[in-house]
Every structure is written in structure tokens, then in C-alpha cells.
């Protein structure tokens, strides 16, 4: 069974002045993301470094309503994205997102790195 792993990451976080307010409101942003999406959420959004976030959906799904919510709440922060489609190897879902594993796992961080390094908004590798 294929998943889409989903990983976010602020851009340019570190220059932000107002870094505690928006770490804070990012947090709010994953839990009410969580809420209004359990029913495509494989394993909810958790922040995993900083203020890098990802969460597995399932597949297929509508992920441009999550990533639009993202944005609307977010406000002016943007962020990068990168999607990976695959299988979930470790994919006992009590487990948080951050001790799950697989190709799908993979996919997203080869796409989030592609993202910052080519400064895309978003890059998706199926």
C-alpha cells in the first residue's frame, strides 16, 4: 500500500524576528491541521526539527487542501514542501510520525531537498 509523506520546512526561519510567535503559531496551525484532516491523516503532523514539520497521508488524497491550509494559516510565512508517494515500512500508525520508515519516507526528503535547493515552493517525487 502506497502513502504520501508530507514534509514542510519554514523558509528562512532563522532571519524571522518574530520566530517564537510563529514557532507557536505553527504548532496551533499542525494540531488544527490534525483535527480537520483525520480523516486523510495516515499518522498526524508533528514538527521533527526546528520548524520542519511532516505527517503521512493517505493515498490518493486531496493534500492541496492541506498544504492550502497550511497556507492560509500560516499568513505571509512561507514555507517549502517536499511529497514523497511510496510504501511505509514501519507503518504501525500508534507510533509517532518520526519512528515510522520506508521509501514514501525517502521520496519526501529527497523532494524537500531538491525544494531548498533549487527554491522551489514545492517539489512531489512518486
Known amino acids: 500500500m502506497e502513502y504520501m509523506t ?17 514557532q507557536y503559531r505553527l504548532i496551533k496551525t499542525i494540531k488544527e491541521a490534525n483535527k480537520c484532516f483525520s480523516s486523510i491523516i495516515s ?4 514538527i521533527i526539527i526546528g520548524d520542519e514539520w511532516q505527517g503521512v497521508l493517505n493515498y490518493p488524497c486531496n493534500y492541496n487542501a492541506v498544504l492550502e ?3 492560509e494559516n500560516m499568513g505571509e510565512i512561507d514555507f517549502y514542501c517536499g511529497i514523497g508517494i511510496g510504501e511505509i515500512i514501519i507503518h ?3 507510533l509517532t510520525v518520526n519512528q515510522l520508515d520506508g521509501p514514501s519516507f525517502y521520496k519526501a526528503r529527497k523532494a524537500i531537498k531538491t525544494a531548498k535547493e533549487h527554491n522551489y515552493n514545492i517539489v512531489y517525487i512518486q
Open 43 to 46: 499518522s498526524p503532523f508533528l
Open 6 to 22: 508530507m514534509i514542510c520546512d519554514i523558509k528562512n526561519s532563522k532571519m524571522l524576528k518574530n520566530r517564537e510567535s510563529i
Open 69 to 71: 491550509f497550511f497556507h
Open 92 to 94: 504501525n500508525f500508534e
